[in-house]
């Protein structure tokens, strides 16, 4: 079986993240896999004329990113419609999507090279933002939906539906609407739950909720929730991923359902993700 073709991908603002790049790829040669480096990263590397990142998941078996969970987020943004599996190797602190650190390089390159990874797939939301009869803009995501107010310290009314039917009017900062991927981000920080990457689920999620007994609430991966603004409020965006927000107006329409596809993570052998929750939140049980 032939060496895999790599794509590497590196987030240049980060320390030591270039020389990091330049060492995994003398690994994998020295290894007889052929590596395609992403154009910013090969820049910066002073390794000639890269390639985009659209077109590396065109071309390459595996993508490997170096740095946090939110250049793993920016390169499933930018893959495109082939969505191939991404190793991440943490070069931050704390990282559920980047479950490698820098420490273990040689051990990934030789799991790699052997095709020894593990991959799961995770889902992706689908977000469109509904105008009268005109769809606005339509994303992806893998980790969350944000709504929220804009620069002025007020709360917003969102009229929120399920499958058609009413839920509630949260008056809130904002709203979190999760796949199990994104629990463990924005949506935790929020008061959200931790979800199991294979449950099945979204959850929704208030941001500073006037009303006390507005919690998190779970539902479906199966359903759609539609979000709109009551009325009008000064400044509301969404947000997909944290990318690029967009304003929203009173009666727009925000609809957000599980998308027809999904992207796989790739990790060391024998990894779990409890194993990963434990090392994340250092969870280290009773001190009794």
């Known amino acids: 079986m032939s060496a895999p073709l790599i794509g590497l991908i590196a987030h240049t603002g980060k320390p030591g993240a270039l020389a990091m790049a330049a060492r995994l790829r003398d690994e994998f040669e020295k290894k007889g896999a052929a590596v395609r480096i992403e154009a910013r990263t090969a820049e910066m590397m002073g390794a000639g004329d890269g390639q985009t990142i659209r077109q590396l998941a065109e071309e390459c078996e595996l993508l490997v990113a170096l740095g946090g969970d939110g250049t793993i987020l920016q390169v499933v943004h930018e893959m495109g419609e082939n969505l191939k599996p991404i190793f991440g190797i943490n070069l931050g602190s704390l990282g559920f999507l980047t479950c490698v650190s ?18 799961t797939q995770r889902i992706l ?30 709360l917003i009314r969102l009229q929120t539906w399920i499958d058609g039917a009413a839920l509630t009017e949260y008056n809130a900062d904002g709203l979190v609407i999760s796949t199990p991927t994104g629990s463990t981000a924005y949506s935790l920080a929020a008061g959200g739950p931790i979800l199991t990457p294979d449950c099945g689920v979204f ?6 909720p006037h009303v006390l007994t507005n919690r998190s609430l779970i539902f479906s991966d199966r359903s759609t929730i539609v979000v709109s603004p009551r009325e009008e409020q000064g400044e509301i965006y969404v947000t997909v991923d944290g990318q690029e927000a967009m304003a929203i107006a009173s009666g727009d329409m925000v609809q957000i359902r599980k998308s027809k596809q999904c992207v796989a993570l790739a990790v060391l052998p024998g990894v779990s993700f409890f194993e990963v929750l434990r090392q994340k939140l250092k969870w280290s049980g009773t001190a009794i």
């Open 203 to 208: 959850a929704v999620t208030p941001i500073c």
């Open 102 to 119: 820098s420490s273990a390089v040689e051990q990934a390159v030789d799991c790699i090279v052997s095709r020894r990874y593990t991959k």
């Open 125 to 154: 939301l689908e977000l469109e933002v509904v105008r009268g009869e005109a769809t606005l803009t339509r994303r992806i995501g893998l980790n969350d939906a944000v709504i929220s107010r804009g620069a002025l310290s007020r």
